[in-house]
């Protein structure tokens, strides 16, 4: 079982950056992982996703402005997000994939708002 912890969200101005960190239990060098967002009345999408060779994939909302990284060492993987936007605000979810196998992290609140 792979639990997923995220943090860092919160409210920021437009144009404003935050970071969000998704911790998980076990070694993640071998998975892919990456970050889906889901904003109220609307379907989740993909932000980023980063593998173990660290090939990522944006999404197109994020592409120029959102940054994927992790820490193979430190079970850790990172969304830096820069020029955030107010359609930007969602609920953002850390996910990664195991095998066929998906695990979610219970989401952290991103609010972009002056």
């Known amino acids: 079982q792979v639990q997923l912890v995220e943090s860092g969200g919160g409210l920021v101005q437009p144009g404003g950056s935050l970071r969000l960190s998704c911790a998980a239990s076990g070694s993640i060098s071998t998975n892919i992982m990456g970050w889906y967002r889901q904003a109220p009345g609307k379907e989740r999408e993909l932000v980023a996703t980063?593998?173990?060779?660290?090939?990522?994939i944006y999404g197109d909302s994020a592409k120029g402005r959102f940054s994927i990284s992790k820490d193979n060492a430190k079970n850790l993987v990172y969304l830096q997000m820069n020029s955030l936007k107010p359609e930007d605000t969602a609920v953002y979810y850390c996910?990664?994939?195991?095998?066929?196998?998906?695990?979610w992290g219970q989401g952290t609140q991103v609010t972009v708002s002056s």
């Open positions: 996910w990664l994939r195991r095998g066929s196998v998906d695990y």
């Open positions: 980063i593998t173990y060779y660290q090939y990522t």
